[in-house]
């Protein structure tokens, strides 16, 4: 017997009728709104406002009176601006200080010029299918290059790339062709003949942005949800990404710990464990000041909990670390054991606070604890709930959390939670499928913000796998489940640095690779890279070979120490780099073409990277190599390690073996540095070295400090420290001030290292030549002979100083 089935429209000929698709049609006429304009097309609406002189917002909207609200990414923006307008036959003309976008009458196309006239960007068509999927095509040509959109694989420059936005769990593989990863962040970066702009898509859904498929151009999709973009012009891509940050937020100071050096396994599995892994780091001199602990410290994966056998006393443990210089970050995913006897699950249900099907069944996965419920994080109070729920961690002296999982990610077919779960989203309420993206920025905000709630003063932090734009307000990113592969060690550089690009400053991969077997090559030399990355963690699953940096050999583990111990030499630097990050968005680890838009070698540039703006960093990232080429942009440049100077503009095959990786100085900078230090709270003397490098005929640097751990810095505790060279033509005049000094610091001495002086031919005024290094705190100079360094030492109690050099 055959039923109706038989003639399913999907098995007969032709399959299912082909979505038709419509557009705008012409645009008839202009109405003024509150918060900006709508453009009154045939077939649907096109509303626009404008936010700043440089950034205004499209939405496509079939109704009289858009609805203006954003998603969580998007932070609260007052403020409109009113260009002036002008209505002609050919179009709608609106214009600001810096750009004007014309909408053509006869098809809705948005053309934007820049205040010259010079075309930065253009629309050439809108559609939608009846279920709400819309494309927006924009113009592209031969001089086009693209970056942003946050976590990807493959190169630096996106051109010739698709890419879809969904956050999925991949184990693997971490391949080019995989289009999703953890993290979406819809922002596409335009860069075109040395003008930059930015597009973002505030779409926590499915959406994909193809710079493949045509030349001529490129194409953003959604398939469910709002097309809402932001049009967002620099010219310069640092302004693009400053004002998408403004946007979306950026990230606050972390406590200095986080900067430092984290050690992880999956899983150190008791205390006994975790205390002896503490005491090799000291013993062995490496420093460190992070354990992350992974699921096996739980009570069988119960978030909340530890295994009581394993971890017997965890606040003891906790106290004890926390004396040798260590926090623990201890995992927690969203998933809730279902267990009617389990408090944080019987809680969750009869208060409400788990995801549900609109029929109201709350809607279960199975991840690491099996049958698990998840949250609801749009819900204000689940947030809150979740948030007070740390308490548990914070009662014990944990400050910092690690959420994985939260894309979220569920043991099944689509590998994620069913999309007709609804969200609750404060009775606005969201289908997952709209709202996927979200979960994992939601869980890490509520997750932060409760954190900040419990830890009385104290700055949280949080690392997560997943996120959506915005997610650098709350969490550091890692990038999930890469390998031990020499490839994923060199992908780790292009996939961080456009996550730096697109708005997430704090970022890293785990060094050694996650999953499958380093070895000790691929161990030192990723070590040597990542120890100057923003986010700096070893991580791996421990059925593979162990990868600490005392897992191969004594050669292994040196090497490893002295990079490790480099990052903390370069501390000041860095958290001055964090300071700058989280007041202006500029990304801590930059490309080239960030710092040398003009260079045309620099477009696709990403197997070597700017520690800011004045350290080069080259790793080795092939096996049995020694050698690498090496671009050097205009300026001088000196080796860091030899000091050699280089003339830039030029490929340098720099020798590299085992023990160095190639880095270098940008000439003219000054490079703070501190004595090496165990953890970043370590008080042994406490000093500031300033590292002055030649090669320009004046430099300054401007270092921040403050207490590296409280919200002190808001109320104004921080010190900015003005340091500065002028050649006099008889010599250098150095100088030091304190533009505000609001945070006092243990005693110290400031140390200046003048790199390339002739000692024999150098006199300084008011200072003596000493023989070496003074041991207390005596005032004076000396050479420094393994660097080649005039040292000059003094004692960090004047507000301001001047120091005249003669030669
Ligand atoms: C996921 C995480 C990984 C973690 C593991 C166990 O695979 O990405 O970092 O170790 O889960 O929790």
């Not at 693009?240 to 937020?249: D, E, K």
């Not at 926390?322 to 019987?346: A, E, L, N, S, W």
């Not at 260079?599 to 690498?628: K, M, W």
Request: hydrophobic letters at 35%; aromatic letters at 12%.
């Amino acid at each position: 017997m055959q039923t109706s089935e038989t003639i399913h429209p999907d098995k007969l000929h032709g399959g299912t009728v082909a979505a038709k698709r419509s557009g705008i049609g012409a645009i008839s006429r202009v109405e003024e709104l509150d918060r900006g304009y709508l453009c009154i097309g045939d077939r649907a609406n096109l509303a626009l406002s404008f936010l700043d002189e440089h950034l205004f917002r499209v939405k496509l909207t079939f109704d009289a009176c858009p609805d203006w609200t954003t998603t969580p990414g998007v932070l609260p923006w007052e403020k409109t601006i009113q260009p002036s307008r002008e209505d002609t036959e050919r179009g709608f003309l609106f214009t600001t200080k810096k750009l004007s976008v014309r909408i053509d009458a006869e098809d809705a196309s948005i053309t934007v010029t820049d205040a010259e006239g010079n075309v930065i960007g253009r629309q050439t068509s809108f559609s939608w299918d009846a279920r709400g999927a819309v494309t927006g095509c924009f113009a592209m040509d031969e001089r086009s290059h693209f970056y942003g959109l946050g976590e990807k694989t493959s190169y630096l420059d996106k051109r010739g790339e698709s890419y879809t936005m969904w956050n999925t769990d991949v184990y693997a593989p971490h391949v080019p062709e995989i289009e999703a990863l953890y993290q979406s962040i819809p922002l596409l970066l335009h860069v075109h003949d040395g003008a930059s702009c930015g597009i973002f898509l505030d779409n926590p859904g499915r959406t994909t942005f193809d710079m493949r498929s045509r030349s001529d151009l490129f194409a953003i999709e959604s398939k469910t949800g709002d097309y809402d973009y932001y049009f967002i012009y620099g010219p310069e891509l640092k302004q693009v990404i400053s004002c998408y940050t403004a946007l979306t937020g950026r990230m606050q100071m972390p406590p200095k710990w986080a900067l430092g050096y984290h050690q992880s396994k999956y899983s150190y599995k008791s205390e006994e464990e975790v205390l002896a892994l503490a005491r090799t780091f000291r013993d062995k001199r490496i420093p460190c000041d992070v354990i992350h602990l992974d699921i096996h410290y739980m009570d069988e994966y119960r978030v909340f909990t530890f295994d009581s056998d394993r971890f017997p006393q965890p606040q003891n443990m906790i106290a004890e670390l926390k004396k040798m210089g260590f926090h623990i970050v201890p995992i927690v995913d969203p998933g809730v054991k279902q267990d009617p006897k389990y408090p944080v699950y019987r809680e969750g249900v009869l208060e409400d606070r788990f995801c549900k099907k609109l029929e109201g069944d709350v809607y279960f996965g199975d991840v690491w604890p099996g049958r698990s419920a998840f949250p609801d994080f749009t819900k204000q109070e689940t947030a809150a709930w979740w948030g007070d729920l740390h308490r548990y961690y914070t009662d014990m002296g944990i400050a910092g959390i690690w959420n994985d999982m939260n894309e979220p990610a569920v043991f099944n077919e689509s590998k994620t939670m069913d999309l007709d779960v609804v969200h609750d989203n404060n009775g606005k309420m969201k289908t997952h499928e709209e709202w996927h993206n979200l979960y994992g920025m939601l869980m890490s905000k509520a997750t932060f913000e409760g954190l900040q709630r419990h830890l009385e003063g104290e700055r949280p932090f949080v690392l997560t796998r997943a996120g959506y734009s915005g997610i650098q307000r709350y969490a550091a990113v890692w990038t999930g489940d890469n390998r031990s592969f020499w490839e994923h060690m060199a992908m780790a550089m292009p996939m961080v640095l456009n996550m730096g690009l697109s708005g997430i400053p704090f970022a890293g991969p785990d060094i050694g690779g996650f999953a499958h077997h380093t070895n000790k090559q691929l161990l030192i030399r990723w070590t040597q890279m990542g120890a100057l990355f923003p986010f700096c963690r070893n991580h791996n699953v421990g059925d593979f070979l162990d990868q600490e940096p005392w897992a191969f050999d004594q050669e292994t583990e040196d090497i490893c120490r002295a990079f490790i111990g480099l990052r903390y030499q370069l501390m000041p630097y860095l958290y001055t780099l964090f300071h700058e990050a989280a007041q202006t968005g500029i990304p801590v680890m930059r490309p080239l073409l960030l710092e040398y838009p003009e260079d045309q070698q620099l477009s696709n540039l990403c197997d070597q990277f700017l520690l800011g703006r004045d350290l080069l960093v080259a790793p080795i990232y092939r096996p049995d190599t020694e050698h690498r080429t090496v671009y050097l942009p205009e300026g001088e440049w000196f080796d860091y390690w030899t000091g050699t100077p280089y003339t830039g503009g030029q490929h340098l095959t720099v020798h590299a073996p085992l023990d160095t990786m190639p880095l270098f100085v940008r000439g003219g900078a000054i490079i703070p540095h501190e004595p090496l230090k165990q953890h970043a709270a370590d008080q042994t003397e406490a000093s500031l070295l300033f590292h002055l490098y030649g090669g320009a005929p004046n430099s300054s640097y401007v270092l921040y400090e403050d207490d590296g751990l409280t919200y002190a810095y808001e109320k104004g505790a921080y010190n900015l420290l003005r340091v500065e060279a002028e050649c006099t033509g008889r010599g250098l005049k150095l100088g030091y001030e304190y533009e505000r000094k609001e945070y006092e610091p243990a005693p110290r001495k400031l140390c200046f290292y003048l790199h390339g002086l002739d000692p024999d031919a150098v006199t300084i005024e008011g200072l003596e030549r000493l023989a070496a290094k003074p041991e207390d705190d005596a005032e004076g100079w000396y050479v420094d002979e393994r660097c080649h360094c005039v040292v000059i030492a003094v004692r960090d109690d004047k507000s301001e100083r001047t120091i005249e050099l003669n030669w």
